[in-house]
Each structure stands twice: as structure tokens, then as C-alpha cells.
């Protein structure tokens, strides 16, 4: 699965490199990186939660790993 702050674009390009991926999920509103037909095709799933976010926005202090979307498609 891929946990995404909207920085990684899921097109083919990326799922044709991750066979194994089932599930994208974005932390922030909006599918506008997301190749949503391709996604469809393929069996993938895909969600959004800006709640989440936002609710934790004030509280959260950026760090290098907080840019990285974290990838387990293995």
C-alpha cells in the first residue's frame, strides 16, 4: 500500500512498477493524482482522509521522513 500527502503521482508509469499494490490512500482531499481508471483496471483501491490532516496540522512538526510516502507493496 501506498500512504500519500498528495507529493506522488499514481499513474501507469508507477503501477505498472507495483504489481503487488492494493490500496492507495491520499492524507489530503482530492484523487487529483491518481489515475483512477488505471487504478480501477488493476484492482486497486483508493481513499482520502483529510480529516485527519487537517486535525493534525497544528500539532505536527515537519521532519525529513514526513515527506516520504510510505511504500509497502511488497
Known amino acids: 500500500g501506498i500512504l500519500n500527502q498528495n507529493e506522488l503521482k499514481i499513474d501507469e508509469e508507477l503501477l505498472g512498477k507495483a504489481e503487488k499494490l492494493r490500496i492507495v490512500a491520499n ?22 482522509e483529510p480529516r485527519r490532516q487537517r486535525s493534525r496540522a497544528a500539532l505536527r512538526r515537519p521532519s525529513a521522513s514526513s515527506h516520504w510516502p510510505a511504500m509497502c507493496s511488497r
Open 27 to 48: 492524507a489530503t482531499a482530492g484523487f487529483d493524482n491518481m489515475n483512477i481508471p488505471a487504478m480501477k483496471a488493476r484492482g486497486v483501491t483508493f481513499t482520502e
